[in-house]
C-alpha cells in the first residue's frame, strides 16, 4: 500500500500528531520515572496535554539527561522486550544508550524506506552502505530502511575504499550512502586508482552524519556525476531516518508524523518563528522503548512548513549550519567552521579540504586555516591567499591570523567515521 501520510493536509496532520503526542506523554509518565519526575516538577500532568500545541509547556530533554540515567534511566520497557541497543561514539564521555522494541525496528526500516523513495530510489536499485556496521546507527539504519525498500544491498560498511570502488563498478551500484567527507575520499581514490568517478554506475550518494554545505554537496555531485542528498537523523531519536531531502533538493522532509519538530532559541528556550534559525528540539511521537520528550538536539537549522513542490506537505528543515556546542569564540567574535567552509568552497582553485587550529597567545585566541590547493593548481598562490583572505574578512566577522595554502592531497584523510576539521589547542 502506498505511503499517503506524507501528503496528508496540515489540518489532518495536525490531528495525527495531537493524538499521538497525547498518547506518548502518557506513556512516558507511566512507564519512565525520569519523565514523570520532569512533568511533576513542571507542574503538568497527562492530561493538561489536549492538542500539538501544548507541546511548549512539556520540559526538555537534554545530552546531560542521557548521561544521568546512564545506560538505560530513560527506558520505557523490561529487557524482555528489547530486540537491540545502539549508541553515540561517546567521544565527549560516556555514550548516550538508545533501545529498540521490535515495533520500532520496523519503524526504523519504514522510515528509511520511506526516506529514499523521497531521494528517488525503489526496488530495483542496488545501494551501496558505506556507513559504519555497529553501534553506530547508520549502517544498520541505511541497511534496514533498503531491504524494506526492496532494494539490493551491499553491506560494504566503511573503509577498504579500493574495495569499495571496485565493487561500485563491477556490481554496478545505484547509490552510495555514506558521509559527506567519505564521498569525496571515494572519488579521490577512484581517480587515483585510474577510473574516472564520473564513468561508475552511481547516481544518488546518500550522505549524512555531517554537516555539508551547498558547496561540498556541489563537489560531491560533480566529481562522482551524482545527486547528492542530504539525510538527517541522530541515535537519541531513532538513528538516520528522521528527515531526508527529496528529488526537489530544496530542503529535508521531517517525517513529523514521527519526529515532532521546533525550532527555539538556544539561549532563552523560546520558539522561533517559522523562518528563523534556532536550535532544533524533537520530540518522539511513536517510539516504545524509548519515548523522548522535547529533546535538544544542538543542530542550527530553520524550519518551513510551505508545501514543497514534490507534493509532499511535512516540514522541512534546512541543512545543518552547525551545532550550538560548535560555536567557535575567537577574541569574543562567534564563528562557526561551516560558514568558513562555505566561503573557502566558493574558490574553485582549493580542493574540499580543510583544517582549523585555535590556539591561544599572550592571552589572545588565534585562528590558523589550512586549505588545500585544487588538485593540478599551477597559479599565483600568494594572488590567491590574498583572494581568500578578503572574502573570508567580507563575509565574516572574525578573520584567520594565518591562511596556509597547501599541496593537493597534504590534509589526512579519514576513511571511517566522521572528519575532525576543528583543532582547539587552548
Known sequence: MADTTQYRSRDELRELQSDRLRDTV?????????????????????????????????????KADFRET??????????DELRRIHASSGTTGKPKIVSYTEGDLELWSEVMARSMAAAGLDASDTVQNAYGYGLFTGGLGFHGGAEELGATVIPTGS??????????????????????????????????????????????????????????????????GVRGYENYG?????????????????????????????????RTGEVLPEGEEGELVLTSLTKEALPVLRYRTGDLTTLTRAQCDCGRSMAR?????????????????????????????EFDAV????????????????????????????????????????????????????????????????????????????
Open 26 to 62: 502518557e506513556y512516558a509518565f507511566e512507564n519512565v520515572p525520569f519523565y514523570r519526575r520532569a512533568l511533576d516538577d513542571a507542574g503538568i500532568s497527562p492530561a493538561d496535554v489536549g492538542s500539538i500545541d501544548d507541546i511548549r509547556s512539556l520540559p526538555f530533554t537534554t
Open 70 to 79: 546512564y545506560p538505560d534511566g530513560l527506558f520505557a520497557v523490561d529487557d
Open 159 to 224: 573503509g577498504n575504499t579500493q574495495r569499495q570502488v571496485e565493487l561500485a563498478r563491477d556490481l554496478e551500484s545505484d547509490a552510495l550512502a555514506c558521509t559527506p567527507s567519505y564521498a569525496l575520499y571515494f572519488a579521490e581514490t577512484a581517480a587515483e586508482m585510474g577510473v574516472d568517478p564520473r564513468e561508475l554506475p552511481l547516481s544518488t550518494v546518500l550522505y549524512g552524519a555531517e554537516p555539508c554545505t551547498e558547496p561540498m554537496r556541489e563537489a560531491i555531485e560533480d566529481r562522482l
Open 234 to 266: 541522530l541515535s537519541e531519536l531513532i538513528g538516520p531516518g528522521v528527515a531526508v531531502e527529496c528529488e526537489a533538493q530544496a530542503g529535508m522532509h521531517v517525517w513529523e508524523d514521527h519526529f515532532y519538530p521546533e525550532v527555539i532559541d538556544p
Open 317 to 345: 528543515m534546512d541543512g545543518v549550519t552547525g551545532r550550538a556546542d560548535d560555536l567557535l569564540i575567537v577574541r569574543g567574535v562567534n564563528c562557526y567552521p561551516s560558514q568558513i567552509e562555505a566561503v573557502v568552497l
Open 351 to 426: 580542493a574540499p579540504y580543510y583544517r582549523i587550529d585555535l590556539d591561544r597567545e599572550t592571552n589572545l585566541d588565534t585562528l590558523e586555516l589550512t586549505v588545500e590547493l585544487a588538485e593540478g593548481f599551477d597559479g599565483d598562490v600568494d594572488r590567491l591567499r590574498d583572494e581568500v583572505l578578503g572574502r573570508l574578512q567580507n563575509a565574516l566577522s572574525v578573520t584567520p591570523d594565518d591562511l596556509e595554502l597547501v599541496e593537493y592531497g597534504t590534509i589526512e584523510r579519514t576513511e571511517v567515521g566522521k572528519v575532525k576539521r576543528v583543532h582547539d589547542h587552548r
